[in-house]
């Protein structure tokens, strides 16, 4: 099968396209998929350069991986005999490493059945920035009805989806993104939008229950005196070089206002209610380009460029 490989660490042009063995369903609770679509992430790039965090997972002089990729849309040719929620024939959509690939193999708990309304493109949008967005604001966050939120990188992958969420849960959102994407993204549910690039928010004087910094941009402190008495900053992409841990152990033990980070927990649960919720047409993905799995060189230089409008997506079959 084909696969979009990288054999050392470095900038996008490490990315080829080469054959490689399929994967076999070997654990009973997985199924083999046959790939339609799958996004690019942060997270790909971030462990295609090597940043020293992702080498502690992935070999520290070379790839142990070679094949990234953690969303898949997609058809199941074949099911484990544990295998309970699906049958072959079925479009799914979800979580999996290497799905920059013609074929992947995940476990059960990791998909759920595609949302009837949306494309291949679209259903392989929504698995990692979604879920992230989602237990970000839900989980960490305990967002609450009446909230006053902001999202940070409001045009960004997870931004876009937490806009969204946000306004689902009833929480009055002010989204911050550069000028030509100011109302695309009202459009997605913000109540205010902020152009960075002419006015920062913390020199507004406008009190927040929770920040939540979708694009690891900015810090604990410089957000601290934006939070209500006791509300939450929450900043992702921890591999960032420029973030620095210490302000998450300062922040989660000092004072009321907290700091707080999180990973991303993938399951079926949370993909079965973002399916519910887009098919609902409470929340729908936004995809700036399609690029082909040939062209991942160029796919790597737009996500790593950081200007990303809403999501990047592959089009793999």
């Not at 591999?239 to 990973?263: E, N, W």
Request: with cysteine; charged share 25%.
């Amino acid at each position: 099968m084909r696969a979009a490989i990288y054999n050392t660490f470095g900038p996008p042009e490490v990315m080829e396209i080469k054959d490689v063995e399929q994967p076999s369903i070997v654990d009973h609770d997985r199924v083999l998929i046959r790939v339609h679509s799958a996004s690019v992430n942060t997270l790909d790039y971030l462990y295609r350069k090597g940043y020293l965090p992702t080498r502690m997972d992935n070999g520290l002089k070379k790839p142990k991986n070679s094949v990234l990729g953690i969303d898949v849309a997609g058809t199941i040719e074949e099911v484990g005999n544990k295998v309970k929620k699906f049958k072959v024939g079925d479009q799914v959509f979800g979580s999996c490493f290497g799905s920059h690939s013609d074929y992947v193999s995940p476990r059960e708990k990791f998909l759920s059945h595609m949302p009837k309304n949306l494309t291949f493109e679209e259903a392989a949008a929504i698995p990692c920035a979604a879920q992230t967005a989602l237990q970000a604001l839900r989980d960490v966050a305990k967002i609450k009805q009446g909230q006053k939120v902001l999202i940070y990188g409001a045009s960004g992958g997870v931004g876009h989806f937490a806009v969204q969420l946000a306004n689902y849960f009833g929480a009055e959102v002010t989204a911050v993104c550069s000028t030509s994407n100011l109302e695309w993204v009202k459009k997605l549910g913000a109540h205010y939008v902020i152009d960075y690039t002419k006015e920062d928010f913390k020199d507004n004087r406008n009190k927040y229950d929770i920040i939540l910094d979708a694009v690891g941009k900015r810090t604990f402190f410089s957000c601290k005196n934006s939070l209500t008495e006791r509300g939450v900053y929450i900043t992702e992409h921890l591999f960032y070089p420029k973030y620095h841990p210490f302000q998450i152990m300062i922040g989660s033990v000092i004072g009321r206002k907290k700091a707080k980070t999180h990973f991303t927990n993938p399951n079926d649960k949370d993909l079965d209610f973002l399916r519910g919720l887009v098919e609902e047409g409470k929340l729908r993905p936004v995809i700036e380009k399609c690029f082909s799995l040939e062209q991942i060189v160029e796919a790597h230089r737009h996500i790593e460029s950081g200007r990303t409008k809403g999501k990047i997506v592959l089009k793999i079959k």
